[in-house]
Nanobody
Framework: QVQLVESGGGLGQAGGSLRLSCAAS????????MGWYRQAPGKQRELVAD???????NYLDSVKGRFTISRDNAKNTVYLQMNSLKPEDTAIYYC???????????WGKGTLVTVSS
């Protein structure tokens, strides 16, 4: 089992920045990719960014150039630096961790990000 705890959400202003953190504990050795998803009211959950243990990244088109995902394997923590925030970034952000086989996914409880215009 893997436990994920997100932090860093809150209220941001348009054009401003926030940084999210997700700390993993438990069977860390089983985890390869970690990432951030978000779900806005009335919308489906979508991938924002993910990163493999080796550092390969993938981003949602609308956040490219504004958000940066990074990972500290020694601390078992993944970060999402969000710059140039927009009101449409408002959502609950969830941390996800996937096993090497991709067969098991673990989710955090989510952290709310609200961006005011």
């Amino acid at each position: 089992q893997v436990q994920l705890v997100e932090s860093g959400g809150g209220l941001g202003q348009a054009g401003g920045s926030l940084r999210l953190s997700c700390a993993a504990s438990g069977s860390i050795f089983s985890i390869n990719a970690m990432g951030w998803y978000r779900q806005a009211p009335g919308k489906q959950r979508e991938l924002v960014a993910d990163i493999t243990r080796s550092g390969s990244t993938n981003y949602l088109d609308s956040v490219k150039g504004r958000f940066t995902i990074s990972r500290d394997n020694a601390k078992n923590t993944v970060y999402l630096q969000m710059n140039s925030l927009k009101p449409e970034d408002t959502a609950i952000y969830y941390c996800k961790a996937s096993t090497w086989s991709g067969g098991i996914n673990y989710w955090g409880k989510g952290t709310l990000v609200t961006v005011s215009s």
